[in-house]
Structure formats: C-alpha cells, structure tokens
C-alpha cells in the first residue's frame, strides 16, 4: 500500500478500496498484482517490474500534487458521513454491491433497534398502549425473534433478511399504535444513556416505508441510504474528481474516543488541506445527552460549538492561514420543521438569545442568531478564510448547490496559489 499510495503511508486510514484499484494503474490490477504479468498474461522482466513501480509512483506524485484535500470534522451524528454520500452520488460514485448489502444490513437494524427502542421509551415516560393485546404480543415476538438473533446493532449487522421479513409485521403493528409514536414525538425528553434513547433521527422515515422496505429482495434506494445511519469508526478518505482535479474527501468519526483522530489527521495533513469543513446539527438544539462518566447533562448544539472553539483554540499550529473553515448548519430541514412547524421556542434552550430583541419562534431570527454564536467562536481565533452555509446533508439538491460554493472556493483559492505572485 505504501509503494502504491506514498500519500497514506504512516495514517492509519482506510482510502477507498475501489480508488486503489483505479490508482494501481491503467490495467486496473494492483502494482503488486500486475508485477509479475504484463497484459496479456506477458512475463515482465525485473526491469519492466521496476519502470512500473517508479511509473506508478510518478503517477501517485502528480495526482498527490493537485489533489485538494477537505477534511470533515463535527460532533457525532452531524451527518459528515451522510454528506459524503450524497457527493458520491451527486459525482455518480456508483456504491457498489457489497456496498449496497451492507447499507440494507444497517437499515435492517436501524428499524429494528429503533423500535426497541421506543417501547424503552414508551416505558421510561409511562406512556400507555393504544391497544394492549396486540402490542404487548407483538414486542413478545420481537423478544423471541431477538432471542435467536442475538443482540442486534448496526456493528454486527447480523439481522437476515428472512428474519426481518418475520419481525415486519410486528414493527408495523407497534407503529400502527399511537402510544409507541408518541414515544417518537418525545424521545428527547427522556434523560440518560444516549445509548438507550437515541433511536436515529430518521427512523420515522423507515417505518413509514416499511412496506418497500420489508419486501423479499429489497435493495435500499439512494434516498434510504442517505437516510441510513452507522457511526464512523476510522479515518475514511474518498477521492472525487471535480471538473479534471482530484479531491480528497476525509470522514472522520465525532462520538467522544473518535475525537482523538482529529487533531492526528489535521497533524497528518497539515500544510496539505484546502478546507476543513465543520458540520454542527442545529437541529439539536434541544437535544441533551447524559455524559456517562460524570452523569453531567450536555447540551448537543452547545458540545457542536465547544468542539469548534476547543479545535481552533487549542490546536491553533494545526491551522494554516492558506486554510478555509467551512461551517455547517446542517439538518436545516429538521431545524426548520422544530422552530416553524412544532413552534418551539429556541430561547428556552440558549440563554445567549436575546428575547427582548428577536423572537425565537422566528427561523430568520434564530439562524441570525446562530451565526452571531459561531461569529464570536471563529473571530477570536485564526485568521482563516471563513464561510457558512444552512445544509441538509440528505438533500440532494441542496448539497449540489452549497458544494459548487465550497468547491469555487476551493477552485478559487487554488486558482490563487497556483498563479505567480
Ligand atoms: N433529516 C436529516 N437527517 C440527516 C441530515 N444529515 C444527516 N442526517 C441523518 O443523521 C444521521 C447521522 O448522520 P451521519 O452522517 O451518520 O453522521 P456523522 O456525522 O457521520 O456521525 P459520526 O460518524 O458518528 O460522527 C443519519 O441517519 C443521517 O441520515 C439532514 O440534513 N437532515
Ligand atoms: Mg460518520
């Protein structure tokens, strides 16, 4: 790997299996794969074995040289790795099959886990059954079904198809009952372990298309990709080309142990990054969760913010100035949907939000208000280049748009370096 791609030598990153293959040279195979064979099934001569390997290499410096490089970075569940995605797909990066089986893997359990965890709780908030006797048989045989399955999580991965075919008509059952959608509408209000209440952002999304979703043979649409959710557990690069240039798109990991990785990456890349691009959910502004170690109560959209003002302040000689810091609002869909359609009053939740001044049930006012909160974190930091934008990383549409501004951005400042002074 380091002879092929010098690039991630010494990282402990997982480059994008199908972008070796493409670097390992225009035959498609490894270096090492076509060292011994020529095309045709040729025998190549220690010398030819030799050319190839420096070719390989020349070829590996010159892509390394106008690769831009963007690294995300934001607290768990942001949706850097949902962003992705939708680039991928925006770019026609076509996910490939074992791909695609393991994103059906994870819905699988995104559903199933999802509903378990409503009836927690459902119990937690002492909501009652719509009706008892077929809810109270259904999560009987969800139990029984688990009971063969084993535990079931989106690391294992080891729901069948079969078994989620039989455990459909129960799912559809509990979601038939409005005790357990209640349990949905006010999930956040239950304190505790993240682990046992946070049932994915868009669970309801699944059980409301549970039909295609438990069909024999289901294959998940880009929709129920982007919608999927499975925590980032290593460093994943992913090369796009955008308009004949190469970029490098770096996901790393924000739940807790995955926030050591990032000032390692930024360390690894340094002086070879064009953006870091900052995601923070605003939708969770009245998200809490409770911190295992000390039982302290967190807010999510204040922890967003304190890993931003920790990153630049702390890791100030990790940021060069030729650098840009993109920040995200995303989840601007749910954010929306909180503050203009449930009504909720964002005020209660932020203190810095000035009531007497600008009405919190106002989404205008609430994102200037946001970008007010961000102003304060990055202007008492570096002098990066800096830009925001609202996003909702499952909109295709919409990341099409805030990426062709990223990317001139990107262009823009590469433009600029490469022209003579
Ligand atoms: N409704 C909505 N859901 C989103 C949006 N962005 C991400 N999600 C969902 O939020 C969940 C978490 O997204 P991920 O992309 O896995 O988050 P992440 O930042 O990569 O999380 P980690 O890998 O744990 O750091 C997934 O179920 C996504 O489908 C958005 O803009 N709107
Ligand atoms: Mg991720």
């Not at 050319?51 to 970075?73: A, G, S, T, V, Y």
């Not at 063969?148 to 294992?156: L, M």
């Not at 280049?385 to 400042?413: E, G, P, W």
């Amino acid at each position: 790997m380091s002879l092929l791609c010098p690039c991630t030598s010494g990282r402990s990153s997982q480059r994008d299996a199908k972008y070796s293959l493409n670097s390992a040279g225009p035959s498609g195979s490894g270096a090492t794969g076509g060292a011994n064979a020529g095309r045709g099934g040729r025998k190549l001569t220690p010398k030819q074995i030799s050319d190839q390997i420096d070719e390989q290499i020349k070829q590996d410096k010159r892509r390394r040289r106008q690769e831009r490089r963007i690294l995300l970075l934001g607290t768990a569940a942001s949706g850097k790795s949902t962003f992705l995605r939708s680039l991928r797909i925006i770019h026609k990066d076509q996910f490939d099959e074992r791909e695609v089986r393991s994103f059906q893997a994870v819905i699988y359990a995104n559903v199933w886990r999802g509903i378990m965890k409503l009836l927690f709780i459902k119990k937690q908030l002492g909501i009652k059954w719509e009706s008892s006797k077929p809810g109270i048989a259904a999560v009987k045989s969800m139990l029984a079904l688990e009971s063969e399955i084993g535990q079931v999580n989106v690391v294992s991965c080891n729901i069948t198809e079969d078994q989620f075919l039989r455990a459909a008509p129960h799912i559809r059952t509990l979601w038939c009952d409005s005790g357990v959608r209640e349990s949905f509408e006010r999930r956040h209000s239950v304190q505790g372990d993240e682990e046992f209440r946070d049932v994915g952002e868009n669970l309801d999304y699944y059980l409301n298309q549970l039909d295609s979703i438990a069909m024999p043979g289901y294959r998940p649409t880009e929709a129920h990709i982007l919608h999927s959710r499975r925590f980032t557990d290593s460093v994943f690069e992913k090369p796009l080309m955008y308009n004949g240039i190469p970029l490098l798109i770096i996901d790393i990991g924000g739940h807790t142990n995955e926030r050591r990785k990032w000032a390692k990456t930024l360390r690894v890349f340094r002086g070879e990054l064009q953006s870091v691009i900052y995601i923070i959910a605003c939708s969770t502004f009245n998200e809490f969760y409770t911190k295992p170690a000390t039982g302290e109560l967190i807010n999510k959209l204040d922890e967003s913010f304190d890993c931003l003002r920790h990153l630049l302040e702390i890791k100030t000689e990790l940021f060069t100035p030729d650098m840009s810091l993109i920040v995200f609002f995303n989840k601007d869909d749910l954010f929306s949907y909180k503050i203009e359609t449930l009504r909720v009053n964002y005020a209660q939740y932020d203190t810095s939000f000035d009531s007497q001044r600008y009405d919190p049930t106002n989404l205008g006012h609430v994102r200037e208000h946001l970008l007010r909160r961000l102003n304060v974190v990055l202007n008492a930091s570096l002098q990066l280049k800096k830009y925001t934008h609202f996003t909702t990383s499952i909109d295709l549409s919409n990341v099409r748009r805030v990426f062709k501004d990223v990317q001139d951005t990107v262009m823009h400042n590469f433009i600029r370096e490469a022209l003579p002074t």
